[in-house]
């Protein structure tokens, strides 16, 4: 059962562009979303985040969205960059446990 | 540097043999966790802990042990590795804290013949 759903497994996005990230999740206990950004060979990086209590986020060109009633997250990237082709999970997490639950990932690929 | 580590980066053993994958963080953490990436199913939580000598299971801990003696290690033992625990494994760890992200090593890529 998957809980953290990325039904986008790619997206390609001219330079300059907005790119949008979609992520849907079913269990409503989820009350803290992630955004992680992943290079081939590195580990997962941290991106932004988003708190339940909040419908956006913003960090410099990367924007968040939460709705909520939808179950329903969004990463809005703009304008996009070449440097932000990479695979991009979304992760939800209940409370301050350890523990995240991850979407299987969309890899975005940023064309000149 | 604040930094996850692990070793090795990659290992390509066979069936039976026991491997261990360590992982160390030096950010003082009480949370660590270990997940594995496969293709088309995301990153799934192994087994975690919440600070020294506390763990518990995630989603897929069948076929994997882990002990948490020291606060900045979180070895993850295959006592009998089998071909589908051929993945790639990542360690995370993160303080406390409800918006601490998790910090997560570069990786272990793991075959199992």
């Known amino acids: 059962d998957q809980q953290v759903k990325q039904n986008s497994p790619s997206l390609s996005v001219q330079e300059g562009r907005i790119s949008i990230l979609n992520c849907d999740y079913t269990?409503?206990?989820?009350?803290?979303f992630l955004w992680y950004k992943k290079y081939p060979a590195e580990g997962p990086t941290f991106l932004i985040s988003?708190?339940?209590?909040?419908d956006k986020n913003e960090d410099g060109r990367f924007t968040v969205f939460l709705n909520k009633s939808a179950k329903h997250l969004s990463l809005h990237i703009v304008p996009s960059q070449p440097g932000d082709s990479a695979v991009y999970f979304c992760?939800?997490?209940?409370?301050?446990?350890?523990?995240?639950?991850f979407g299987t990932g969309t890899r975005l690929q940023v064309t000149l | 540097e604040a930094q996850v580590t692990q070793n090795p980066r990659y290992l390509i053993t066979v069936t039976g043999k026991k491997l261990t994958v360590t992982c160390s963080q030096n950010?003082?953490?009480?949370?660590m966790s270990w997940y594995r990436q496969d293709p088309g199913l995301g990153l799934r939580q192994i087994y975690y802990?919440?600070?020294?000598?506390?763990?518990d299971k995630g989603d897929v801990p069948e076929g994997y042990k882990v002990s948490r003696k020291e606060k900045r290690n979180f070895p993850l033992i295959l006592e009998s590795p089998s071909p589908n625990q051929t993945s790639l494994y990542f360690c995370?760890?993160?303080?406390?804290?409800?918006?601490?992200?998790?910090?997560f090593g570069p990786g272990t890529r793991l075959t199992v013949l």
């Open positions: 988003i708190s339940s209590i909040k």
């Open positions: 802990s919440m600070n020294v000598e506390v763990t």
């Open positions: 995370a760890s993160r303080g406390s804290g409800q918006t601490n992200e998790q910090f």
């Open positions: 992760a939800a997490r209940t409370g301050t446990a350890s523990k995240l639950t």
């Open positions: 269990n409503s206990m989820f009350d803290y």
């Open positions: 950010m003082n953490h009480e949370y």
